[in-house]
């Protein structure tokens, strides 16, 4: 059973001088780190409310290897058309990759009382008609379904939506669609998802997090699984989290690539920024086109690591973090704690997080690791501390992660470990 140590920061107080060595890594091209605060950016008002300082720690058993950092993906085998009620009444073409596609109608804005009609909807692939049944359950048929149907299902979807699924059956080419019965001003959106298609368009960046004024790099595939295809007709843009604000990302000479700054002045709402990535391109015949949704966490740099630490291993190990803050607020460090073994070998040991309101200017934070955990790990120093997080808690942002942060060198091995610790 996983046993949790809660330790009041502000109780403790040691009365052993400072016995250990902290050396901090450099930083590594996967962490999230400014070398200096921004002036003059705007910060939003913490909305913490908690005021009292806190420490926990608990059991680690991952290895050191086991810790590495995911980078942020998605993949897409879908796109979406905007059109209006006029344009599907004349009919709109759409490009598929593959039979089998899945094509919903809907209204672009919720609650807009619109009824489509499945009698009214015309199909052709390829100029061959297409016939649409309703629930007929074979795969070789057109399958229609509307959106009050797809709720009972548990799908999030508008109510007011029609969709239907191809035949898996023929080929890739044109799917000319027409719908008459929308009114001709209103606002329509178009899914297309293509699961039995061999295209996969996928977006990755190193990090899930960023800081404003920094630069985005990101890499961008269309891959069968053998054939690997640039972007071709490629536009990216960076989206604010309230999608009022945004900026053009460049394609890279390649077709592989995004690159783009980061503005320094990014909104003070709460929510993630979104990189949107749209793909038109072709293999022989084929057109594939693919859009992609890339979620990222963008902070503005209002507090740092000082790179300054002091180690007390006096009843547990105490490690007490210098944080710099441009703004008062509450913050939170997170760390894996990783020890040595018999054989020299680095063990995971502890991971503790702690939290503090701090002011603006130098403060600290610490981090405790109780004697008994220190003693049940069997490990010993030199210690490593791994995976260090500083996230500002009343603003919801990640300000600094470091995937390697520092060795802890101390002379004293732990052996009696302090009564009324453990909870």
């Known amino acids: 059973m996983k046993r949790f140590y809660c330790i009041p920061a502000l109780m403790m107080v040691s009365a052993g001088a400072i016995a250990g060595n902290a050396q901090w890594y450099s930083p590594s091209a996967g962490d999230l780190h400014t ?62 990759s593959a039979p089998g596609a899945v094509i919903r109608v ?29 629930h007929s359950g074979d795969t070789s048929q057109t399958e229609l379904v509307t959106g009050s149907e797809l709720q009972a299902q548990g799908m999030p979807v508008p109510q007011d939506s029609l969709a239907f699924r191809l035949p ?4 890739a080419g044109t799917l000319h669609m027409r719908l008459a019965g929308a009114p001709e001003h209103l606002p329509l959106v178009v899914h297309v998802y293509e699961p039995l298609s061999p295209w996969t368009a996928s977006l990755s960046a190193p990090r899930h997090n ?36 945004a900026w053009p990302l460049e394609v890279g000479q390649d077709g592989f690539t995004l690159h783009g700054p980061i503005p320094a002045e990014i909104p003070d709402g709460p929510g993630l920024f979104e990189v949107h990535a749209y793909v038109n391109t072709t293999y022989g015949d084929t057109v594939i086109r693919r859009d992609l949704k890339l979620a990222l966490g963008i902070s503005t740099s209002h507090a740092r690591f000082s790179e300054s630490a002091e180690v007390n291993d006096r009843g547990g ?70 995976n260090l997080e500083l996230l500002d808690q009343g603003r919801m942002q990640v300000l600094e992660s470091r995937q390697r942060a520092m060795k802890i060198d101390t002379a004293r091995t732990i052996t009696n470990p302090p009564s009324g610790s453990e909870r």
């Open 35 to 96: 070398a200096e605060l921004a002036t003059g950016q705007a910060v939003p008002p913490s909305r913490h409310t908690e005021s009292t300082a806190l420490n926990y720690a608990w059991p680690l058993s991952r290895m050191p290897g086991d810790a590495a950092i995911a980078d942020a993906r998605v993949e897409s085998r879908q796109y979406w058309v905007d059109t209006t009620g006029e344009a599907l009444a004349r009919g709109i073409k759409l490009p598929l």
């Open 210 to 245: 960023y800081l404003s004024g920094q630069s985005l790099n990101l890499e961008l595939a269309l891959s069968d699984g053998q054939n690997r295809l640039p972007g071709g007709s490629m536009q990216a843009l960076l989206v604010s989290p309230d999608a009022d604000q």
């Open 106 to 134: 809907s209204a672009l804005e919720h609650g807009s009382a619109l009824t489509l009609n499945p009698q009214a909807l015309e199909l052709s692939i390829n100029g061959q008609s297409v016939a649409a049944t309703e």
């Open 317 to 386: 190990l105490t490690i007490s973090l210098g944080v710099e803050a441009a703004v008062a607020g509450r913050y939170q460090v997170n760390a894996e704690v990783h020890g040595t073994d018999a054989l020299g070998h680095l063990q995971g040991l502890a991971m503790v997080q702690s939290a503090a309101v701090l002011s603006a200017g130098e403060g600290r934070i610490r981090l405790d690791v109780p004697a008994d955990l220190l003693i049940e790990s069997g490990l010993q120093p030199p210690y490593e501390i791994r």
């Open 168 to 171: 898996e059956t023929g080929a």
